[in-house]
């Protein structure tokens, strides 16, 4: 199953993708919905009211999560990119939910900065509430998977030797399109999927999820540990080399380029950068 959030008619409505259609599930966002007992069935058997796909304007996929983790460092091809070692635990910073945009809404590169990169990541929507989970209950938490770019301000990320500052600028991380539940994925809770991002058609990164150190299944273990999970938060998995700023010499997006993020069986986001108009 596929499911969205959509904008229309000056608000959002929680849909699932049928083919080339959209369903309306009654509800404003998929967040609403994951918190409803019973959320798989109800949606997977909503009749409402049908939009085309193709004319869709996707919010992000849950537009107000109660927390959004993301984890560094988590791809082999990455960690040796960069010349470190592999790390023993997952390496942990937030996103606050004011940085996620849609799908396809443009990146707005903000003034401050001269080194907007690029990161191609696999996100697991959780879909109850869990604490200190493992095992089957952390599998079970796993609603389904969706596609994150987190774009990098790198000159404001290494100001300091915590990440958040560089990560979570306002209205900068593309999620979406849809969240796809484990059972249409190879591998379901633990998928093996191939992971791409191009600039302006050419190709960044290209890994595969299999490539990951902590699968979904260990960042819900760990990160329950630590703190609460609740229907509707994002674990971004983390992303593949490739990165403009590991690069020799050094890539950054400065304007006007397209990119574009695709996972396997997941989805694709396209998004425009554009200069901040700050005047």
Not at 3 to 22: M, P, Q, S, W, Y
Not at 32 to 51: F, P
């Amino acid at each position: 199953m596929k499911l969205a959030t959509i904008r229309t008619d000056g608000t959002t409505r929680a849909v699932r993708l049928d083919g080339e259609v959209l369903v309306d599930l009654g509800l404003p966002d998929v967040g609403t919905l994951l918190k409803q007992d019973g959320w798989a069935e109800s949606a997977a058997s909503a009749t409402g009211t049908e939009l085309a796909a193709a004319d869709a304007d996707f919010a992000p996929v849950v537009p107000a999560p109660s927390k959004v983790v993301c984890v560094g460092l988590n791809y082999r091809s990455h960690i040796e990119e960069l010349g470190r070692e592999l790390p023993e635990h997952p390496t942990l910073f937030a996103k606050f939910a004011d940085s996620l945009i849609g799908a396809y809404d443009a990146v707005v590169r903000p003034e401050e900065t001269e080194q907007l990169d690029w990161e191609v990541e696999l996100a697991v929507v959780v879909g109850t509430q869990v604490r200190r989970a493992r095992g089957t209950e952390a599998e079970a938490a796993i609603a389904g998977f969706c596609v994150l770019n987190d774009i990098t301000c790198r000159d404001w990320q290494f100001r300091t030797r915590e990440w958040l500052q560089g990560k979570t600028w306002d209205s900068s991380t593309p999620v979406g399109p849809c969240l796809v539940t484990p059972d249409e994925l190879p591998g379901g809770v633990r998928p093996a999927l191939d992971v791409r991002l191009s600039v302006d058609g050419e190709v960044m990164q290209s890994a595969s999820t299999g490539d990951l150190l902590f699968d979904p299944v260990d960042l819900v273990e760990y990160v329950s540990t630590i703190v609460r999970l609740n229907p509707g938060d994002i674990i971004a998995t983390g992303t593949p080399g490739g990165v403009g700023h590991a690069r020799r010499p050094e890539r950054y997006l400065s304007g006007g380029e397209t990119v574009v993020a695709e996972i396997q069986g997941v989805g694709r986001l396209e998004n425009r950068v554009v200069k901040e108009n700050t005047s």
